[in-house]
């Protein structure tokens, strides 16, 4: 049990709803921000506010943006023929780092895993294909090398072939089970290079 005043107590319980955050760090973090000048405290929860109130979906490609269509999709520098698929906005920072990529991006805000129950209808598989029409050339499925990820990219190519659309998959130097976010700007682009038709 803890003894803390009420408001305290609130404050470690809606930050150890934050992932990664367990008691002790919540509780940690609380009395940081105890500490903390009430001017830098209402900076971090306006900055909370913030974010949350102005950034959106990307009409185009599901990215977290504050203008829509976000800044790749209306570059008009951008090779619209070539689309690679994430599976959230986190990989799309990772990719534009490894600076090769001139492509579009499709974020799928997830892959698909019955064991969690989340199917094709709840990622942006339909967005998805609403955007293949005949200036797609190749898509490239870059979702991370987990079983999921696997899975969702095999969906997704049944799904496209018959389009006559080349579908790609990056390779990976990238070990199993991995997350696309964590890897060097080289490996990716080496993945990005020697991808193969699936
Ligand atoms: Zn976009």
Redesign the pocket.
């Known amino acids: 049990m803890d003894f803390y005043a009420l408001p305290i107590a609130n404050l470690i319980d809606e930050l150890s709803k934050l992932p990664g955050i367990g008691r002790k760090t919540a509780q940690r973090l609380a009395f940081y921000i105890l500490d903390m000048d009430k001017s830098e405290v209402e900076k971090l929860s306006a900055s909370l506010l913030e974010a949350k109130e102005k950034i959106k979906f990307?009409s185009?490609?599901c990215?977290l943006?504050e203008s829509d269509?976000?800044y790749?999709?209306s570059n008009k520098a951008r090779d619209g023929s070539i689309i690679c698929v994430v599976e959230n906005s986190k990989d799309i920072i990772a990719m534009e780092r490894s600076k090769d990529f001139k492509g579009l991006y499709h974020v799928l805000n997830g892959v698909i895993s019955p064991m969690d129950n989340i199917g094709p209808n709840d990622i942006n598989v339909k967005e998805l294909l609403s955007r293949l029409d005949s200036s797609v050339e190749e898509i490239i499925i870059a979702t991370n090398p987990t079983v999921e990820g696997e899975a969702t990219a095999l969906y997704l190519a049944k799904l496209i072939k018959p389009l006559d659309i080349k579908v790609t998959r990056i390779a990976h130097g990238i070990p199993i089970g991995g997350d696309l976010e964590f890897f060097d700007e080289i490996t990716l682009s080496k993945a990005m290079e020697n991808r193969r038709e699936i």
Request: glycine share 0%; charged share 0%.
């Open positions: 990307c185009v490609c990215n943006t269509p976000c790749i999709c």
